[in-house]
Every structure is written in C-alpha cells, then in structure tokens.
C-alpha cells in the first residue's frame, strides 16, 4: 500500500505541473527538443543583447516588436527573426544543430570550466538529454549509457564500474565537487554510485585513468565527476518558473518510477527541488541460451523454519527487488554578479537491498545462506558553497565548498537451518572542505589552477547476532576494528596551462598528500590480535605532465603523462570477514600506499559534415601495489572463521600490476537524419604473478543506428561483451563457479553475449514526451562479466515526461 501512495503523490505533482504556466522565450535544439544555454541574442546593430541561461531561457522584453533579433551560438545555424514573428509563433526557438560540438567545456580537469580542446585527459561527458532518452533505472546504469565504462552488478540493487582496469575504491566519485569515496570503501565491487539520482544530475564527466592531479587519492582508474541540478536565476522581473517530470515503467523488473524537480527563480535568489522515488521487483532473465543460470529453488522460511521450494518460473531471479527514494534541495543567492552563494541538501535512502550472489550460493547440494541482505543504505550530505570571481591579485575566481556527509550500511546473513541472523552495520561522519581558485596570467595565453582539500572520517563499527525465534541479541564480531577509528587526508594541488602557441597547449600539475589512519581494536575476545591499535600516517606526491597538438582545425593529439596513488583505507587495513567461501582477511597494520604510472595517448578528429572519431591508448603501471597474498595471524596460516575453517589472507604491499588498453568511437553521419556511432573498449592486465586482473574488463562496445528529427528520435542498436576464458579469469573469479558458465573442460568462463535494442522518443504538444523502448529483444539469457545477477531478459519501456520552461 505504501508503494501506490508514492506513486499517487509523484502522479499528483506531476499532473499539477502540468496547469503552470510561465510566459519566457526557451532555446531548444531542433533535433532532441533540449534546451541550448549561452545561444546569443542581439539586433543587428548590436544596441541590444541578451543570452540564454543554463535552460535555454531568455527574456526578450528589452527588444522592441520591430527588431530583428539574431539568434547564434558556435554550435548551431545562425537565425533571425522579428520579435512579433517569434510572438506569434509561439515561445520556444528551435535551432539545427551543425551536427559536433567543437567547443566543448568539460569542469572535471581542473574544476573550472575549460575548452576540451586544450585539455589533454580522455574525458567523456554524458550529459542529462543522453541520460533521459535512454532511460536508466541507476546512476550506475547512467554511466553505463556511455558506452565506455563498464558495469558490475552482485545484486540488482547494485552497479560497481569498471575503468581501466580499476574498481571500487580504485576509482572516484565526486558529487558537486564533493567526494563521495569514505574510509571503508572496499577494494570488492560496491554499489555506493547508486545512491545519486540519475533525474537529478545534469550532467557527468568522466576522467579516464590519473590524469589530473586535483582528486588525490583512489583516482587510480579514473574519475566520475556528477554535477547535480543547480537552481537558475531569473533574467527578468518575472520570477523563473519550471518543472520536469517523469514516470516510468519497465517490465523485466516490474519497476514503477516517478520523478519530480521544479525551480523557483528571481533575479537574486532561487530554489530548487528533486525529489525521486524507484520500487523494483524481482528481475526476470532472459529465456534463451545458459540454463545453468537459472533460479530452480531459493529458500523460504515459515514459522522459523528454513525450506527449500522449487521457483515456479526459474527465469524469475527470487530476492532481487528493492526500494529507494533520493531528495535534492538546493537555494542560491546571487546579491552581485560576482558573488555566488548555495546550500544544498543531498538523502538517500533504500530498503533492505537482497545480495543475490550470495543466496545462489551453495554449499554442498544445499543453498548455503537462508538470508544475506544489505540494510537501508542512507546517504546524508548538506553543502555550503560559495564562489567569488571578483578579480583578485591571487585569483579572478575562488570557490569553497563545506560538506558534512553521513553514510550508513549494514549486511545481515543467516545460513540454512540456522537460527542466529548476525547484523553488521558501520556509520561513517565525514567533513570536507575544498578550496579552488583560477588565474588567469597571460589572456587566452597562461592560466594558473591551486588549491587545496581537507576530509575527516569517524568510523562506528558494530556488530550483533540475533536468534530470530524469540529475538534475544547477543554480541558479535565487528567487520571492522570497534575501539575507534579515524582517517585524515590534507592535500594542495598546482596546475599551470599554457597555449605556447595556435597548435600547441601544456598542462603541468602537481599535488602533495598528506593521509592518516588510526584505530583501535576494542574486544579481542572473537579474535586474539597481535597488536590493538593500527597507525599508519603517509605522504604521497603526484604529477602530470600534458601536451596537446593542433596539426589542423579537425584534428587533435594528446599526450599525457601522469601518476596517480591509493593511500590505505581502513577497509584495506582494519577488516576481517570472509571474502570467498573457506577464506578470511585480517588486518595488516603496516600497509603502504600504491602507485600508478600513466602514460595516454589521444588521437581525435572532429567533422561537422561527415565522420568524427576518437582513440585513445594507455599503459598503466601499479607499483607497491595493495594485493590480497596468504598470510599469517598469530602465526598461524588457517583459523575458524563463521564456523568454517578458512586460509588467512590480508591486503600487503607486495605485488605490481600492469594494465594497458585502449578505446575507439567514431560517429557518421548518413544522408537524411541518420548518422552511425559505435564505440569498443578493450583492456588488459596481469599482476606480479601472471594472473589476470580481477577488474580488467572484458571486451565491450555498443553500435547505434539513430534517426532523428524534430519530433522522433529512434536508435537501434547492438551492446555487445567478449568472452573471458578461464585462462583471463582472476584466480577470485575462478573460485566462484556458482557465477560462472562452464566451458569444455568444466571450467568456470564468462561467455560473450549481444543484445538487440531499440529506443525511442516522441515530441507531443504540451511539452510532452512519450518513450518507448525493447531492451534484449531475442530475449537472451545472459550475465555480465563478475557479475552475481543475471541481466534483464526481454525488456519494455515506457515512460512519459513533461518539461515546464
């Protein structure tokens, strides 16, 4: 019941939304129908000018009903119209697209906007049009839109990317120029990135690989940089007022959502509020190929008493289904051009999330787990931010951001025929203060990028065993040290641009860290320890060095050299659990931070008319590296760990990686209002010991076919995955047969799959959009690299959404 009365209310707000009306002049592009910012408006004579804001809207009262107005911007067709025909026709402007954008800004390199093109990193950025068209339950499914990143998935509540190699708390995430990466993010896959709506963001930058030296620590893989909605100003004495809204609905997994966000601006101040609700029920996989994959049982418990019962729809994946509600409020203060204030709030919350890897496990011929869930996960972030661009002997533009986190996760798990259901839950408190400043030296020559960042995290970790016949609590064992525990970083970051001359721009950066961790382990009466406290206090330096290469107008080179480095978290340094049936990780008070060594090569070209295309290349380096290697806990190499004896294991600075791949895109556009866009990434990687790298991709890519015009977009196309044999399966991966295919030989391979999509979206009147989609048409079976989760079989889509303003 509580399920249909969200859905009443979003339904509500959305229908409400519909009968508000707001009388301004919106810029859209003619091809998707989305709003085009800074499009420049001016007569002629150049006597009056105005520019659209960050939704395309502008206000044309300053022209008189005479006037020619002008309407240009570097990216589409110039058009003039008389003031009295774009009255009469109505207030939207549509403007046709010269098909690439050759200016594109990117925020992400140096947390300034910047021209891509002087920006030697491979950034890719997915912008909020992309998203919405195709549709993604997750943030996680988000990035997985750009065909570039690859996405894992334990559970359906769940989305670990996967960047060159890298994973978890080998990659960032940034939030509003907040990092979201905590002490006890792990080095296994994690699903914290879908804790962001992906309504709410408007877009997101992704750094492939240590390219730039402003995010410190874990930026090993790359960066996910999201930037929510922000609140727009008024341009008029009118106040601005606007709205989107969505609901959706997806047949694989029965899932209902709703959207809202609508803006209230004034010259001065504005308000802006995103509020998103998502119910999923179990997922339905695919019906052909791969049997093995199948749901034939899943335990059900009556009165206590745990029962294996065979699935009435082995394709119906039992224990995947979740909630969760996301919340964004935002307010804005502009009293002069100059200076910029905002607060933010950012919530979270889901409910218990199934971990379905672990309860398709087995142990003998039985299902091992009765029950193994995460608990609501909750993500709390309140931001104060501030921007000065008043120029300054020390900077033209400053900004600093305050943060205050709150993040909450628990794992709850019962085995078969079991009584005792243990729970684990850790809190974490984080603070972050950032500073970042621009200055410009030489004009379109020299510009100087610093600042600095501090965080501070307090880590709970608690633990207790509940015997769910009569409810009576008694302690357990923590996953992490129960005493206390605390982790510092402090960093300052230099980056210097210089455009030497038309063809040629170098990046210089550098950052120095400063990282701590300190704990103490409380109860030793699970474990006998061989020490009580942990203290690992660490500096680290990084670099980068970049050059990009202008040969002519259409093409660009880039060169980069860059390292990057991981400082040990407590989860690296203060866990025990079990990481793999018959193995347990200890801590290991005396680990190190792990390097990265990058070198990125860029080749780029860009053409209005016909063919553009991108490739890029890397090697990577891991040197001290943080890998897991037997080891010995009070000099013994097994102990009983959950009632089964397992082989002692910690994370030590013994080992080095190399990784290297590279990724090609291109897009062509046909006669007509069609174009082909196909991308394909590969990468490749061992460690010091010859075995494959556990987050080393397979091969992977997608081919669109896309027609487009004012009204209609439609994009069919293929998502396609490589085989990993046995032989390129991480020795981690090999040991869980219950996850993989077999190959001839009986051993467990991850086999290659394509699906067959199509998507498309309708223009109606009203600024209403209708969009209709089929996902794995042919209805294959298949399951994602590492992933614990079969992938959704034959998928319908629908979906509706409104735009006000």
């Known amino acids: 019941m509580t399920n249909y009365r969200h859905l009443l209310w979003v339904t509500i707000l959305f229908f409400l939304s519909l009968i508000t009306n707001a009388q301004r002049l919106t810029v859209k592009d003619l091809s998707n129908g989305n709003p085009v910012e800074k499009v420049a408006l001016y007569t002629p004579s150049m006597k009056k000018f105005a520019v659209t804001d960050h939704d395309g809207q502008v206000s044309i009262e300053s022209f008189n009903s005479k006037d020619t107005i002008v309407f240009q911007h570097p990216s589409y067709l110039e058009i003039r119209k008389t003031k009295a025909e774009i009255l009469a026709s109505g207030p939207v402007i549509y403007l046709e697209k010269k098909f690439i954008l050759l200016e594109e800004s990117v925020v992400s390199a140096t947390r300034w906007e910047q021209n891509k093109k002087e920006i030697p990193n491979r950034i890719e950025k997915i912008p ?27 559970q359906m509540g769940g989305g670990s990317p996967m960047i060159r190699g890298f994973a978890a708390n080998a990659i960032l995430i940034v939030v509003d120029g907040i990092r979201m990466n905590n002490a006890i993010f792990r080095s296994g896959n994690l699903q914290n990135v879908i804790l962001l709506d992906p309504n709410s963001i408007e877009n997101a930058e992704v750094i492939f690989g240590p390219g730039t030296v402003i995010y410190g620590s874990d930026a090993l893989g790359g960066v996910m940089d999201f930037h929510t909605l922000h609140p727009s100003l008024s341009t008029s004495d009118k106040p601005l007022i606007k709205s989107h809204d969505m609901l959706r609905y997806a047949s694989a997994n029965n899932e209902f959502s709703g959207h809202i966000d609508f803006t209230i601006g004034k010259k001065k101040t504005s308000w802006l509020t995103s509020f998103s609700w998502s119910d999923f029920g179990n997922l339905k996989m695919g019906s052909r190929k791969h049997p093995e994959y199948q749901r034939t049982e899943y335990v059900r418990t009556i009165n206590y008493r745990d029962t294996i019962v065979p699935n009435d729809d082995p394709d119906i994946e039992i224990s995947t289904g979740y909630q969760q509600v996301n919340f964004l409020q935002k307010i ?33 011929t039985q299902l091992k787990y009765a029950q193994w869930y995460y608990g609501p996960q909750q993500w709390i972030m309140p931001v104060l931010s501030a921007e000065d661009n008043r120029k300054r002997l020390l900077y033209d533009h400053m900004k600093i951001s305050m943060a205050y986190q709150y993040y909450t996760e628990s794992r709850h798990d019962r085995k078969f025929g079991k009584n005792n259901l243990r729970h684990r839950t850790e809190q974490v408190n984080i603070g972050t203060l950032t500073a970042d400043f621009e200055k410009t030296i030489i004009p379109e020559k020299e510009s100087l990028f610093y600042g600095f960042e501090t965080t501070y995290n307090n880590i709970n970790s608690s633990a207790e065993t509940e015997d769910i016949t009569n409810g009576i609590t008694t302690p357990a064992a923590t996953r992490y040290p129960d005493g206390y525990n605390h982790y510092y970083a402090v960093a300052a970051y230099t980056i210097f641009k210089q455009n030497l001359n038309d063809r040629f721009t170098l990046n210089l950066g550098g950052r120095y860290n400063l990282t701590g961790l300190h704990s103490m382990i409380g109860d ?40 990057g480095f991981r400082a040990p978290n407590l989860d690296d340094a203060g866990k025990v659990f079990d990481s793999e049936p018959g193995k347990v990780i200890v801590p290991n008070k005396d680990l190190k931070p792990e390097y990265l060594y990058n070198l990125d090569l860029g080749l780029i070209r860009k053409d209005d008319k016909r063919l553009s295309f991108e490739f890029s290349a890397f090697f990577s380096y891991l040197d001290n590296a943080m890998v897991r290697r037997p080891y010995q806990f009070n000099g013994r190499d097994s102990i009983v760990y959950d009632g089964m004896l397992s082989a002692v294991e910690a994370l030590t600075n013994t080992g080095f990686a190399y ?56 994009d069919l196309n293929l998502r396609y995955n490589g085989t990993v044999p046995n032989s390129r399966l991480a020795p981690s991966e090999q040991s869980k047969p219950y996850m993989y295919a077999t190959d001839a030989n009986g051993n467990p391979c991850s086999p290659g799959w394509t699906t067959l999509n199509l998507i498309t979206r309708f223009i109606l009147p009203w600024n209403l959009r209708v969009q209709v989609g089929i996902e794995n048409i042919s209805d294959i079976r298949y399951r994602p690299y590492s992933s614990g989760i079969v992938a959704p079989g034959r998928n319908f889509i629908f979906s509706l959404r409104y735009t006000l303003g």
Not at 128 to 154: C, E, H, V, W, Y
Not at 528 to 557: E, M
Not at 680 to 696: I, Q, S, V, W, Y
């Open 332 to 364: 804005r203060f502009r009293p002069t051009k100059d200076l910029d204030f905002s607060a933010a709030l950012h919530y979270s919350n889901s409910g218990n999330i199934p971990r379905y890897d672990r309860l398709i496990q087995y142990k003998g």
């Open 128 to 154: 909020a049009s992309r998203s919405a068209f195709f549709n993604p339950q997750t943030a996680a499914d988000m990035l997985g839109t750009s065909d570039q990143i690859f996405i894992q998935k334990s």
């Open 524 to 563: 030793t009466s699970f474990y006998h320890f061989p020490f009580t406290r942990i203290d690992i206090d660490n500096g680290a330096l990084n670099g980068s060095v970049g050059l990009v290469y202008h040969p002519g107008s259409s093409w660009q080179i880039n060169l980069n050299l860059s390292s």
């Open 659 to 714: 990784v290297y791949g590279s990724n090609f895109s291109a897009t062509l556009k046909l006669s007509g209002n069609f174009s082909i866009n196909s991308s394909l990434t590969g990468t490749f990687g061992k460690d010091n010991e010859g075995f494959p790298l556990r987050h080393a991709a397979p091969l992977f890519g997608a081919s669109h076919l896309v027609y487009e015009n004012k009204w209609i977009r439609a």
